[in-house]
């Protein structure tokens, strides 16, 4: 706890983008200026800071973008702010402005250097989970998940026509650099054969029989999800080996890709968004700091920013593998 008062405070998007960001800085500047703070947006993340690219925000400066996936703010992955040189660039620019308090919406990696720059420099900072890969310990929802697997799930269905249509194999892959969130839960929302993705080893034999089984039962139709930061990640590299293993496979492969980031967020993260946003400027009026604002089972928690790292993030179970199996028997 800080007993200083935050007068100005600034708020940037860092890392990945994710649907609801928007939401979210708008929660955070009406709330700020109802409490009579002044409020700064900061762009392209930390890069911004550096860069002096910092710009008063009104309460118009939000209006019409609840609704829009991105960000107004922008964002980066900033090397300079990795470097104490860049870090106290950037505070000698917030100095400048008065800002005295940060609300960082982003990943673990933008909080690990929110952390780094409050304890060098004494600004509290409060963190807002923002990325659609939900790998983060501390919050069961992180902003922009919600919208990214129902996209996936829209256009699996729609892979599944033509895949049925023609009786073939298809292999999608899905967005998850780390984590199998949004493989796990487009696959099974999808009904999807089989699911990879990197929190459990893939049985590269295992998957092999059980197409081929399925190929004896005369069930031609196969959906394997897999997430892109699994051992078989690189879905063009599984269907080779599927295609030399079962020849007789119709197989085809699409990559979903950055699709998954955009388009207008969901319904239940733009309500998280506004949640957090709301409970991050609070935060910071009560003197809290170094705290990522999450939701765990539906109450707003605070999280110091050292736990919420994804090493520590709940894993995938291996019952759901079970459940996934069964499913698709
Ligand atoms: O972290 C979010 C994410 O979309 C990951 O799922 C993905 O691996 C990564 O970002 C892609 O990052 P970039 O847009 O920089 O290629």
Redesign the pocket.
């Known amino acids: 706890m800080s007993t200083k008062k935050v007068t100005k405070i600034g708020v940037l998007t860092s890392?990945?983008d994710?649907p609801g960001m928007n939401a979210a800085i708008r929660a955070v500047v009406r709330t700020g200026l109802y409490n009579d703070l002044e409020v700064y947006g900061i762009m392209r993340g930390y890069a911004g800071m550096i860069e002096n690219d910092i710009i008063r925000m009104e309460s118009r400066s939000v209006a019409n973008i609840i609704q829009r996936g991105g960000t107004i703010l922008k964002t980066a992955?900033s090397k300079e702010f990795m470097e104490p040189e860049g870090r106290a660039i950037a505070y000698e620019n917030l100095k400048q402005f008065g800002i005295d308090g940060l609300v960082v919406i982003g990943?673990d990696g933008s909080f690990r250097g929110a952390q780094k720059f409050s304890n060098e420099f004494d600004i509290p900072c409060i963190g807002i989970p923002g990325?659609?890969?939900r790998d983060m310990a501390g919050t069961d929802y992180t902003i922009g998940f919600d919208t990214a697997v129902n996209t996936a799930v829209e256009a699996i269905d729609k892979i599944r026509d033509t895949m049925d249509a023609h009786d073939r194999l298809f292999i999608v892959e899905v967005?998850?650099?780390d984590a199998g969130y949004?493989a796990l839960h487009s696959g099974i929302a999808t009904g999807a054969e089989n699911i990879l993705i990197p929190e459990t080893k893939t049985d590269i034999e295992d998957l092999i029989r059980s197409l081929c089984e399925k190929e004896k039962r005369k069930k031609l139709v196969n959906l394997v999800v897999v997430a892109?930061?699994g051992e078989y990640g690189d879905a063009n590299k599984l269907a080779e080996i599927i295609k030399e293993r079962i020849p007789t496979a119709d197989t085809r492969v699409c990559i979903l890709g950055?699709i998954?980031?955009g388009g207008s967020p969901t319904c239940q993260d733009r309500l998280i968004a506004s949640h957090m946003g709301y409970y991050a400027v609070e935060s910071l009026l009560l003197g809290r700091r170094n705290i990522m604002v999450g939701v765990l089972n539906n109450k707003i928690q605070y999280t110091p920013f050292n736990d919420t790292i994804k090493e520590k993030h709940q894993r995938i179970g291996q019952e759901w593998m079970r459940i996934v199996k069964i499913l698709a028997s």
């Open positions: 890392g990945g994710a992955r990943g990325t659609i890969d967005m998850g650099r949004i892109e930061g950055h998954q980031r």
